[in-house]
């Protein structure tokens, strides 16, 4: 895959992994679009790397999406490259039943229904590419071995593996290519609304960016980063030890 000279929309670029690559694309040449909730991080994002495009969205919301559509084709009447990263992460005890589940639903419309709506959205102005661009999604390596207390979250993250592997085999023939992002616990981002203590098995957003233009360059379309290489198969290979290892 090129990875220079290209428009590349990153949803939830503002922090974290998103920013990180942001910061990679930018650096390598390419006009860098990316979009979030928050306009104070929007606005922190744009001074750190001046010449990013912030739009304010909620991909989460029909309009919002609709919006932010409207907006690519308008001010760059093209798209190369979408990047379906943002994502949130909650705890949810399904003992205390709806107590804990009110409020936190929007777990699946964010991590899953609103990649499902944008790569819909997007794919036909994609496809008009006449050499290549790409859809690449953020997973985790916990859509292919859940941790319990994230329930909801992993669903949506093995859900994202399964629909990037149907997107992969449906666009085959056409110059999109689909790509997912496998990242293990990441130290520097604001997914879980504290500080994560660097460790073994955790990695920075830069590495993780560092990951996928390499990737990327080498069409590598699962881009397994640090630890989850071989914790993605050693789920392959004994999914049930892989399970309890984790949770107990
Ligand atoms: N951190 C990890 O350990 C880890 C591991 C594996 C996979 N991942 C995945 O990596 C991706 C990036 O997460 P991160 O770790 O970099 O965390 P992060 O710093 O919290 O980044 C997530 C970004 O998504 C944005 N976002 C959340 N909901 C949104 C919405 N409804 N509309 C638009 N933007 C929204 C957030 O900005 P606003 O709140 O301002 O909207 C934020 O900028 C996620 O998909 C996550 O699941 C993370």
Known sequence: MKLTGNVILITGGATGIGFALAESFVRLGNEVIICGRRKSKLDEAKKK????HTIRCDIS????????YRRVIKNFKQ???????????RQIDFKKGMTD??????????NFKAQVQLAAQFIPLLIKNKDEAAIVNVSSGLAFVPLAIYPVYCATKAAIHSFSMSLRHQLKDTPVKVFEVVPPMVHDTELKG????????SVSASEVAKAVTEGLKNNEYEIA???TKNWVATA?????QAFLNINT
């Open 194 to 201: 504290r500080p994560v203590q660097k460790s073994e098995i």
């Open 61 to 68: 919301k029909d309009q919002d999406r609709r919006l932010l």
């Open 101 to 110: 589940l009110k409020g936190k639903d929007d777990e699946i419309v964010i």
């Open 225 to 227: 980063v640090g630890t």
């Open 79 to 89: 798209l190369d490259i979408l990047v379906n990263n943002a994502g949130i992460q």
């Open 236 to 240: 392959k290979r004994d999914f049930g």
């Open 49 to 52: 790397l001046t010449n990013i």
